[in-house]
């Protein structure tokens, strides 16, 4: 697919079919300015609720620029669209993102990144070892992320301080990037705009303004199930999958689910290339931190997260699952437990109705991880990123293509894309202006 292509999309006009929203300027007003508003109350609630100083500077923020958004929206009708999308990305993000990374304000993940990536400079590894932990009094000298989130630190690490070497600028432009290419690879016509409204949304831009370590490996997700979806890619997928699982440990069931659907609908061989090609990723990224030292591994990624060590996660948001655990040993072990049968739901749901379309899998995705949020003991409801976030992407994948779901198969898409351009293109070009083919070569 060529830039140009995705260069080429819908402007102006009224969407043919309900639904039929190629662009976010085809989105109704009433919907598109109701969107701005929940936001905009979002960030009102944040800012008035909140204790954390970082949260409220970027609810003032964010408050005032979906404000506005929703203004523009509501008077200029769609030619409104790109000046709101443009108010809201940088009143949500850029300028208080810009603000706290100048006067270095900071979720304590974005410490830990920096951290993590000095220590892999200086030490070769960015864990701490069993006998430094032993003798920490603060939870964030446990690093809980997989040796690939540490590349987002690295800029820091060699370069000194800048804005620009904020994990969080990469973050950023990470997702940004990997986001719109899963998007373009399912055939959505207007990528950037897609893109703008969902990095602006509360959910991507609050979470990159105070930390967004959760960011890129969303993105990560939404790209290996993208791969699979109209004309499926296991070794790209696999690829995606690899580097997401290397990142976080958020992304295995993912890949899991991913595995049983590609199993299900395309084979054995398929689901190996896939799964072979995630598993190599993933150990040449961990294995060389593996060996050099196994228990440090363990006590940062595993059992810090599960609450297994000496401190407890600062993860404190009021779950089930963390409420459990505040109860004493018993709770904790009824937490652990609650998890396991959840986790063992999830597989079993998988042996006995394996999803067949990347729709179905997603869902499963998305059921799955919430129940993991729930039921963990050390959680938080910013974890909630991800299944918001993958169900955004399902449906402007929908959306974005003009309705018609993406064919699951490859013969499929090759079959019937094409007729399907030409019919409708043929009469809806003069209206939209685009010569754009959602099939993706």
């Known amino acids: 697919m060529s830039m140009l292509a995705l260069r080429q999309v819908p402007l102006r006009g009224p969407a043919s079919r309900r639904f039929d929203w190629p662009s976010p300027t085809m989105v109704p007003r009433s919907w598109l300015t109701a969107l701005f508003a929940a936001s905009a109350a979002y960030a009102v609630v944040m800012a008035l609720v909140t204790n954390h100083p970082l949260h409220r500077t970027w609810g003032i923020f964010a408050a005032c620029s979906y404000l506005v958004a929703a203004m ?6 769609s030619r409104g669209v790109d000046p709101a999308l443009l108010v809201s990305l940088s009143g949500a993000l850029i300028v208080p993102l810009g603000l706290m990374a100048a006067d270095r304000l900071q979720q304590p993940e974005v410490r830990v990144i920096n951290k993590s990536a000095s220590l892999l400079v200086q030490h070769g590894t960015p864990y701490l070892g069993p006998a430094a932990l032993a003798s920490a009094h603060s ?9 690939l989130m540490t590349l987002f630190g690295m800029p820091r690490a060699l370069l000194g ?3 620009l070497t904020d994990p969080r600028i990469w973050f950023g432009v990470g997702f940004v990037i990997v986001f719109a290419a899963a998007l373009a690879v399912v055939g959505v016509r207007d990528v950037v705009r897609w893109t703008v409204l969902v990095t602006a949304s509360p959910v991507i831009a609050f979470s990159l303004s105070v930390g967004g370590t959760d960011v890129p490996v969303l993105a990560c997700l939404c790209l290996g199930l993208a791969l699979l979806w109209r004309e499926p890619h296991p070794l790209l997928a696999g690829l995606a999958f690899g580097v997401a699982t290397a990142m976080k440990a958020t992304a295995w069931p993912a890949l899991l689910i991913a595995i049983v659907l590609v199993v299900h609908r395309d084979g054995k061989r398929a689901a190996g290339i896939m799964s072979g090609t995630a598993v190599a990723v993933f150990a040449a990224i961990v294995g060389p931190v593996a060996i050099l030292g196994p228990n440090a591994l363990i006590q940062n990624t595993i059992e810090f997260p599960l609450g297994l060590a000496s401190i407890k996660s600062e993860a404190v948001s009021p779950l089930p699952g963390r409420l459990l655990v505040e109860t004493g040993q018993t709770g904790h072990v009824i937490a652990v437990a609650l998890l396991a049968l959840a986790c ?6 998988l042996v ?19 129940l993991m949020f729930v039921l963990a003991p050390a959680t938080r409801f910013g974890y909630f990123l991800y299944p918001v976030g993958l169900l955004a992407w399902l449906g402007i994948s ?8 993406p064919p699951d198969s490859a013969s499929s898409a090759k079959a019937s894309a094409q007729p399907a351009y030409q019919s409708e293109n043929h009469g809806s070009s003069a209206a939209s202006g685009t010569m754009y083919s959602t099939v993706c070569a």
Do not use: E, M, Q
């Open 72 to 77: 523009l929206v509501l008077v200029f009708k």
């Open 139 to 147: 939870p964030n000298i446990f690093d809980p992320y997989l040796p």
């Open 352 to 370: 006995f109705r394996p999803p067949r379309t990347v729709p179905a899998a997603t869902w499963r995705v998305i059921i799955g991880l919430s």
């Open 398 to 405: 929908w959306l974005g293509s003009s309705g018609a779901g």
């Open 161 to 163: 301080f800048h804005v």
């Open 344 to 349: 063992l739901g999830i597989i079993a749901s």
